[in-house]
Nanobody, 126 residues
Framework: QLQLVESGGGLAQAGESMTVFCAYSGRTFNNYAMGWFRQAPAKEREFVAGISWNGGKTQYADAVKGRFTISRDNAANMVYLQMNSLKPEKTAVYYC???????????????????WGQGTQVTVSS
């Protein structure tokens, strides 16, 4: 059974950095693009960043461009989201997800994702 498990969240001060992690259990990790999403209290889930199967293509939401970096390690079945200059209004639960269709695609906000992790809470205080 495929599982995505996020970790690395916690409490940070505004302006600080934090990295969240996503562990993918299964042998098919190399075949899929992956995405990071977040959901703030009382708001809809939104796309944050996506990465293609080999890491060659990345895509970011405008709100995080230049501050966040998505990466992956296919040997370790891991996806990372490095977040710099954190903002208090972006306190949210961060989720990783697998794009539904395998292949050398990027992962963006309009793609379909079929597996999701349980999320990790990132709280940013001002």
């Amino acid at each position: 059974q495929l599982q995505l498990v996020e970790s690395g969240g916690g409490l940070a001060q505004a302006g600080e950095s934090m990295t969240v992690f996503c562990a993918y259990s299964g042998r098919t990790f190399n075949n899929y693009a992956m995405g990071w999403f977040r959901q703030a209290p009382a708001k809809e889930r939104e796309f944050v960043a996506g990465i293609s199967w080999n890491g060659g293509k990345t895509q970011y939401a405008d709100a995080v461009k230049g501050r966040f970096t998505i990466s992956r390690d296919n040997a370790a079945n891991m996806v990372y989201l490095q977040m710099n200059s954190l903002k208090p209004e972006k306190t949210a639960v961060y989720y990783c997800a697998r794009r539904t269709d395998s292949g050398p695609w990027a992962a963006g906000p309009d793609d379909v994702y079929d597996f999701w992790g349980q999320g990790t809470q990132v709280t940013v205080s001002s």
